[in-house]
């Protein structure tokens, strides 16, 4: 299969190449387009044959549910057999935005799509290029990230190719996602809303408008049947195990560098996914290839917005082990910790 990429830069002037991903999507077939926080790989949310082709073209595993992304509050309650008060602000608050709700779902939804839940998760994305590719397809788009699974998720349509090549027919390119991480899910099942994966939109935003929220206890690392995307205990890996530093910024630098001596003491080759500041401070014990600069140390959405393509880079090094750096895990810092977390296995070293 041969894959093409369009690049979607005016969605009036491109009402062809949209009703040709919508024609894709109706018929069965796979698109991966760009949304707010990172590349989707969509299928018909409603086919569950097609919902099948997106765990072969990622390897994913079955029992790892899907989101369906719809393009407004009316598609909503197509899929959805009732929308909770709780569900009602949030929706008001944040949607269109990077969040998704666990809802009880209608019998309409297959079960392949929610891995045999009685609930589903549901996302209304705010790119323009994914709403209006929805609207094309006329369905509720299902659509995990647009990668191998367990590798990390792409935010540029390059990323998108490096791994679905000759997998899928078609990616929209909407150029570089602007998050950089997968949407906050929250489940609305319950009396208290519970967080399942951090995202863009903060515990602190989702506590002011709905007074009080939970952490689900998969985002600390217990092991639990998966309710949503991204609560498997491995997720977001690069190919070289990595080992998270935690603690003090300005701790930080002394640690890599004792870190990175022993590694190489014992014949390794480190490389190194920290802050401007921590592989400024290694360019003299380490090569600049293998030196992945994710932001400035405090900028946490310069850092969620590099994170991911950093780690896809770690790839093309030859490090055999990598050291990350960690960060707080206040406001979007959750969401960062939570995906650095899953990236290293939770093996961290407190400094």
Known sequence: MKTEVVKITDIRAQQAELARAGKILRGGGLVAFPTETVYGLGANGLDADACANIYAAKGRPSDNPLILHVADRAMVDTIA???????????????????????????????RITGGLQTVGIRMPEHPVARAMIRAAGVPIAAPSANISGRPSPTTAASVLRDMDGRIPLILDGGPCHF??????????????????????????????????????????????????????????????????????????????RQIRR??????????????????????????????????QGDLPTIASNIYEKLIACNDTDADILLGEGTTEQGLGLAIMNRLHKASGFHSIVI
């Open 263 to 296: 590694l190489l003491g014992e014949g390794h080759r480190p490389g190194v996914l920290a802050s401007t500041e921590v592989t400024a401070g290694l360019r003299d014990i380490l090569p600049a290839e293998r030196l992945m600069d994710y932001g400035p």
């Open 81 to 111: 057999a009732e929308v909770p008060a709780m569900a009602e602000k949030l929706l008001a608050a944040f949607c269109p935005g990077p969040i998704t709700l666990i809802l009880r779902r209608k019998d309409i939804v297959p079960d």
């Open 180 to 257: 950089g991480v997968e949407s906050t899910i929250v489940d609305c099942t319950e009396p208290v809303a519970t967080i399942l994966r951090p995202g863009a939109i903060t515990r602190e935003m989702l506590a002011e408008v709905l007074g009080g929220v939970k952490l689900d206890p998969a985002i600390v690392g217990a092991k639990t049947v998966p309710k949503a995307p991204g609560m498997k205990y491995k997720h977001y890996a690069p190919d070289a195990p990595m080992t998270l530093l935690e603690g003090p910024a300005a701790k930080m630098l002394p640690a890599f560098r």
